[in-house]
């Protein structure tokens, strides 16, 4: 795979010979204060040197747009129910969904499962009189670009994290931590988050990555964003490379790179219907085709206009989601939300169920579960909030 960074220049007063300084500076400082981070060992616990190619896929799909401390436990239970790739494609996807549940954006779950039955039926080898293997070689995963180029939600991201970090490939990796770094490093005054300064900073990141150690390298600049280079207080006096920092040089910190646009937040009001036949509960299960939360359970819940009767609002969603009719009965449970910039208030009521049948559409499929039962569906975080409410024993003599 070319480099691209022919119209990509080192900035006045660098050289070679300085930016050679800056690559050993950082590989030595990353050597000494890495975090201990489980993906950084294998699976019997040990640092390894070149990284487990599945455990470092899986990682990076876990922390983008999610932090490293939320990700490490569910990381570990993952690793622990699915310990290779061959163990992942043969997972049942509302497995891999209760497993990922809690993570949010769950089509990275989707996408990581799909690609790992491509890897498996395409390009790993295929054992004989139905054998499977361990999967336990990490070198079992393809070293090739094009494959995983191909695969899906492998963008370029993914694609430099896992061929740098596994089988040290010069390819570079850009997040909002080595973001950060490059443009203070070099002094880069535009947004790098968009348009000309999105292709600046993956030239740069191109440009000062080593030959060798290329995913330590690729680390040390994350790294580097996360504990020293941070968005506010960076703590200059400890960084590595602060000598060859612009901004450091003209106490630009505060400024570059610039703050992100804000983005006018929506409010919108929802109606969740909790409805109860006998001693059971109805759960619904959102179709493939969903805009969000795919595949996943839910009760029954849509937005209710201006001024809508929340009786009113649970009567008609629920007609119009399920096809059921209910006689709806007192507020059960509040839970506050945000997706992307809409904030949501779900306001959750009781109901009995009056008569109608289950109408797919809006869901794919319904079932009556017992509260206890809740815990093993795959729900979206809000839902889980309510399932745990309701799955509560203080709660079932109110609602049964």
């Known amino acids: 795979m070319e480099r691209g960074t022919r ?172 973001l950060r770094v490059l443009a203070r490093l070099f002094g880069y005054r535009k947004d790098p988050r968009e348009g000309e300064g999105k292709a600046w900073v993956w030239s740069a990141a191109e440009a000062v990555l080593p030959q060798k150690r290329a995913g330590d390298f690729n680390q040390s600049l994350m790294e580097l964003g996360a504990l020293i280079c941070t968005p506010t207080a960076p703590a200059c006096d400890q960084c590595p490379v602060s000598s060859h920092c612009v901004a450091n040089r003209d106490g630009l910190q505060d400024v570059i790179p610039p703050k992100k646009k804000s983005v006018a937040i929506t409010e919108v009001a929802e109606v969740g219907v909790v409805i109860r036949d006998g001693d059971k509960l109805l759960l619904c299960q959102r179709p493939a085709n969903a805009g969000r939360w795919q595949n996943m359970w839910e009760v029954p819940h849509a937005p209710r206009a201006a001024g809508e009767d929340l009786s009113v609002a649970a009567v008609r969603v629920t007609k119009e989601l399920t096809g059921f009719e209910i006689e709806p009965g007192a507020e059960l449970l509040t839970v506050k939300h945000g997706v992307t910039r809409y904030a949501i208030t779900l306001v959750c009521i009781e109901a009995t169920l009056n008569g109608g049948a289950f109408a797919p559409g809006a869901y794919a499929e319904a079932k009556w579960v017992v509260p206890t039962d809740l815990a093993n569906y795959p729900v979206s975080s809000p839902q889980r909030k309510l399932m745990t409410a309701l799955a509560d024993p203080k709660r079932q003599p109110r609602l049964f």
Not at 74 to 90: C, I, K, Q, T, W
Not at 133 to 161: C, H, K, M
């Open 7 to 178: 119209n990509w220049e080192l900035p006045e007063g660098w050289s070679g010979r300085t930016l050679t300084a800056l690559r050993t500076k950082l590989l030595n400082w990353f050597d000494t204060h890495q975090r201990d981070l489980p993906w950084r060992r294998d699976a019997a616990g040990q640092f390894t040197a070149p990284r487990d190619a599945y455990r470092v896929w899986v990682s990076e799909v876990m922390l983008q747009q999610t932090t490293v401390a939320a990700v490490v436990p569910y990381f570990e239970r993952f690793m622990s129910a699915l310990p290779n790739v061959r163990a992942l494609a043969g997972a049942d996807e509302q497995h891999v969904l209760k497993l990922w549940e809690g993570l949010g954006y769950y089509r990275r779950a989707r996408h990581l499962h799909a690609a790992a039955k491509e890897l498996v039926a395409n390009h790993l080898p295929q054992f004989e009189n139905g054998e499977v293997g361990t999967g336990s070689d990490q070198n079992e995963l393809p070293d090739d670009p094009e494959v995983w180029e191909a695969l899906p939600g492998v963008g370029r991201y993914i694609l430099g994290a896992v061929l740098s970090q596994a089988f040290d490939r010069p390819l570079p990796i850009v997040e909002a931590n080595s």
